[in-house]
């Protein structure tokens, strides 16, 4: 069973910064796939970005590029989400997922989440 849990959200002014954490915890989570997504007021939820625990290595979904970076300290068992210039439309609750296999992620279908953290961007 793997357990996640963000924190890191909050309201911040367009053109900041704000760095999401994952604390990840279980007995094999060091060999899955992590993930975040975002859900804005009245939308689906939407993949951000991925991580291969073991190797670091990275996916991102297109409209985020340049902007956000996934990363992940193994001392901490914990991923992180980097958001860069923020705007408005970054504005969504953010959560962290986790699976073995990065089709599920990256398809919206991991087999575990996070509850979730809100992150507003005002103008």
């Known amino acids: 069973q793997v357990q996640l849990v963000e924190s890191g959200g909050g309201l911040v002014q367009a053109g900041g910064s704000l760095r999401l954490s994952c604390a990840a915890s279980g007995p094999t989570f060091s060999s899955y796939y992590m993930g975040w997504f975002r859900q804005a007021p009245g939308k689906g939820r939407q993949f951000v970005a991925v991580i291969r625990w073991s190797s670091g290595s990275t996916v991102y979904a297109d409209s985020v590029k340049g902007r956000f970076t996934i990363s992940r300290d193994n001392a901490r068992n914990t991923v992180y989400l980097q958001i860069d210039s923020l705007n408005p439309e970054d504005t969504a609750v953010y959560y962290c997922?986790?699976?073995?296999?990065?089709?599920?992620?990256?398809?919206?279908?991991?087999?575990?989440w996070g509850q979730g953290t809100q992150v507003t961007v005002s103008s």
């Open positions: 997922a986790a699976d073995p296999a990065l089709g599920t992620v990256v398809r919206g279908t991991p087999g575990y």
